[in-house]
């Protein structure tokens, strides 16, 4: 009994050990340019300008084939928009301007292709991400009248009167990556991404049944970090 414990141990250690000289740990950040597109409450595209936010979290790299890589990675993410939707993307005189930041965290889960180029590698990598709402803030703004409001994250709104003192959005989000980069041999990456949301990220509201609205994050950005 105890010499089979003490192989079983044995190879569990192995394996331990053998996986993790293979999966390669990274950390990065950066920043992002976000938007949220879609349309209004009549239909009508939405004309929002773009939000600088920023990411910061940790990926692995866990072999499935010669150069292929599975690369989950846990995020911390900025995202949102400027501009009400109901104004021009440009602020003038008597605009009514909302800048908008949503705090998620997300967990991407990319397939990664990284063949070796001169004495580092390049870095393609593609697949979805789902990620979820934690929190912002809503900030307008018309002349020299500023008005703040925090995020709520709910599916539903029932009551109009909510709206005074929180903004809300949905508190689920998912959508498609894709990124193209360079990893020095010393472990130093650098990558620009690109992020389009599938699912709407406004709320329901009871009062307004038959309203078209649908707006979805979208954005693009450049990264930073380190391979260990």
Do not use: C
Not at 40 to 68: C, E, R, W
Not at 115 to 135: E, M, N, R, S
Not at 136 to 159: A, C, P
């Amino acid at each position: 009994m105890k010499t089979k414990f003490f192989s079983i141990s044995v190879v569990f250690i192995f394996l331990t050990i053998t996986l993790q000289a293979q999966i390669g740990f990274g950390i990065l950040g950066g920043v992002n340019f976000q938007n949220i597109n879609g349309k209004d409450n009549n239909g009508n595209k939405l004309q929002n300008g773009l939000l600088t936010g920023f990411h910061a979290g940790v990926n692995v790299n866990i072999p499935v084939a010669p150069d292929f890589y599975f690369q989950p990675g846990l995020l911390f993410s900025v995202k949102g928009a400027k501009n009400d939707f109901f104004s021009p993307p440009t602020k003038a005189s008597g605009d009514l301007v909302t800048t908008t930041k949503l705090s998620y965290i997300e967990i991407p889960l990319n397939l990664l292709y990284r063949p070796q180029l001169g004495k580092g590698y390049i870095l393609l990598g593609f697949g979805p991400y789902i990620a979820f709402g934690i929190g912002g803030k809503e900030n307008s703004e018309f002349g020299s009248i500023s008005y703040k409001r925090d995020v709520k994250f709910k599916n539903t709104v029932t009551n109009l009167a909510d709206l005074l003192g929180n903004a809300y959005y949905r508190p689920f989000d998912a959508g498609a990556n894709i990124f193209f980069g360079y990893e020095l041999s010393m472990g130093v990456f650098l990558q620009l991404n690109a992020q389009l949301g599938l699912l709407k990220i406004n709320p329901e509201y009871s009062w307004a049944a038959d309203s078209k609205a649908s707006y979805k994050n979208t954005g693009y950005g450049l990264s930073i970090g380190y391979r260990f």
